[in-house]
């Protein structure tokens, strides 16, 4: 191998190494990365007030959104079924009071009739 092909192959090398560092220094500026991070952020805690499935959501993410808004709508059945079992029942306690015929076991005694 002649001198001036060694040089050319050596500066070949060198040039190709340069252009490699280069591209490895650039994509490294772009990305971040370590062994000892954290994340410093607010963090609002959302805790809901009753249960239930949601139907609707009527925010998108990262919306801001004032205090009272609603942001959720929720499916009402469970609620109104609760709330006809509540009416069917003070209904039969009145119609078993009406009649005179009612339990009264939380002050020891039996059934009483009027």
């Known amino acids: 191998m002649s001198r001036r092909r060694l040089a050319l192959a050596l500066g070949l090398i060198v040039l190709l190494g340069a252009g ?12 971040v990365g370590t062994d000892d991070a954290y994340v410093e952020g607010t963090v609002a805690p959302v805790s809901a007030k009753v249960p239930g499935q949601v139907m609707e959501v009527l925010v998108r993410d990262n919306e801001l959104v004032k205090a009272g808004q ?8 469970d609620y109104r079924a609760k709330a006809e079992q509540a009416r069917a029942s003070v209904m039969m ?4 009071f009406v ?5 009264r076991t939380e002050q ?5 009739r009027a």
């Open 20 to 31: 490699w560092a280069g591209t490895a220094w650039y994509r490294s500026r772009l990305s």
């Open 70 to 77: 609603v942001v959720i709508r929720l499916d009402v059945r």
């Open 93 to 96: 306690a009145e119609r078993r």
């Open 99 to 103: 009649s005179g015929t009612f339990d």
């Open 108 to 112: 020891g005694g039996g059934r009483v």
